[in-house]
């Protein structure tokens, strides 16, 4: 018998993460996760727990499907993680970066909005003095 909490069922990692068993699943087709059967049941271990976890947040972080799993491909291959926490940082930089460059696109385009919503009110009171 397994030690109590050792082991979780799609339906644990689903409730804990607040996500549908499907998503569970997607992330095994990816190879992401890779849960031992018991017959037609999936038992996930810690490690599947963890990588579900970095995959989650990954996504969250707006990060590529091929960047998360490179991510957590490093962390299986080597006990110093150096050099994850080195590309980690990288793919940060990169993703602050996008975000930065949509920000300043989003005010922009406000700052452009702004303006026409100007030009038509003063085009709508123009028209109503003239009339």
Do not use: H
Request: net charge positive; with cysteine.
């Amino acid at each position: 018998m397994r030690p109590s909490g050792a082991v979780f069922s799609i339906s644990d990692l689903a409730r804990e993460f607040a996500i549908t068993p499907r998503t569970i699943r997607f992330w095994e087709d990816q190879g992401i996760l890779a849960p031992q059967r018991e017959g037609n049941k999936r038992v996930f271990t810690r490690r599947d727990r963890a990588r579900l976890k970095m995959a989650l947040r990954g996504k969250r972080l707006g990060l590529s499907l091929a960047e998360i799993k490179d991510l957590i491909g490093m962390y299986a291959s080597t006990e110093d993680e150096t050099p994850q926490l080195v590309e980690c940082l990288r793919i940060m930089e990169k993703r602050r970066a996008a975000l930065e460059q949509q920000r300043e696109d989003i005010e922009a385009m406000l700052a452009d909005i702004a303006q026409f919503e100007t030009l038509c009110r003063t085009e709508l009171g123009r028209r109503a003095t003239i009339r």
